[in-house]
Antibody, heavy 121, light 107 residues
Framework: QVQLQESGPGLVKPSQTLSLTCTVSGGSISGDTYYWTWIRQPAGKGLEWIGRIYTSGSTNYNPSLRGRVTMSVDTSKNQFSLKLSSVTAADTAVYYC?????????????WGQGTLVTVSS | DIQMTQSPSSVSASVGDRVTITCRASQAISSWLAWYQQKPGKAPKLLIYAASSLQSGVPSRFSGSGSGTDFTLTISSLQPEDFATYYCQQANSFPITFGQGTRLEIK
């Protein structure tokens, strides 16, 4: 059973870069059946899709994040990562990593438990 | 972007009640819709995909219907563990977008 776990700093200063890693266990991250995604949720608010990455390196990002997002994958470590630059308080949220459920579909299961990132000086 | 609008934003109901939540897409998305359940402090859980397909392990009291722009999630007989927030998500095109959520509370 595939499981995902987010990790990274819980506190980031304004204007700096948020960096998170998602470690995949119970299965290989490689292959094109699945892609890997990041989704965030500010406290008390709804879900915002950030972007996706295939293990080939192909990516799609949410235009709302205005070019601040970079995703990468490390198949040797069974991990994928998120970088969000020039953060502000508006980027404070719980960040989830997730996997596409199956080929040709764009819904997500499983998800990681989420990690809270606070942007504050 | 495709806008997803859920109604109601919150609903109060009792154990045993039948509850329906509606999700409307700003443009047609065929059956490219999923429903998630989220409990406080937890990640969303996939309940329904392809508008009406029940995810493995999800109780049969949950059902989904609709296509095009209008969709519904129905819980046929509420159980105590069903009180949570529910989100719809369009899977038709990028960027992926979610509804604002419907909070299901105990009456």
């Amino acid at each position: 059973q595939v499981q995902l776990q987010e990790s990274g700093p819980g506190l980031v200063k304004p204007s700096q870069t948020l960096s998170l890693t998602c470690t995949v266990s119970g299965g290989s991250i490689s292959g094109d059946t699945y892609y890997w995604t990041w989704i965030r949720q500010p406290a008390g608010k709804g879900l915002e899709w950030i972007g996706r990455i295939y293990t080939s390196g192909s990516t799609n990002y949410n235009p709302s994040l205005r070019g601040r997002v970079t995703m990468s994958v490390d198949t040797s470590k069974n991990q994928f990562s998120l970088k969000l630059s020039s953060v502000t308080a508006a980027d404070t949220a719980v960040y989830y990593c997730a996997r596409r459920y199956n080929s040709g579909q764009n819904w997500f299961d499983p998800w990681g438990q989420g990690t809270l990132v606070t942007v504050s000086s | 972007d495709i806008q997803m609008t859920q109604s109601p934003s919150s609903v109060s109901a009792s154990v045993g009640d039948r509850v329906t939540i509606t999700c409307r897409a700003s443009q047609a998305i065929s059956s490219w819709l999923a429903w998630y359940q989220q409990k406080p402090g937890k990640a969303p859980k996939l309940l329904i995909y392809a508008a009406s397909s029940l995810q493995s392990g999800v109780p049969s009291r949950f059902s989904g219907s609709g296509s095009g722009t209008d969709f519904t999630l129905t819980i046929s007989s509420l159980q105590p563990e069903d009180f949570a927030t529910y989100y719809c998500q369009q899977a038709n095109s990028f960027p992926i977008t979610f509804g604002q959520g419907t909070r299901l509370e105990i009456k």
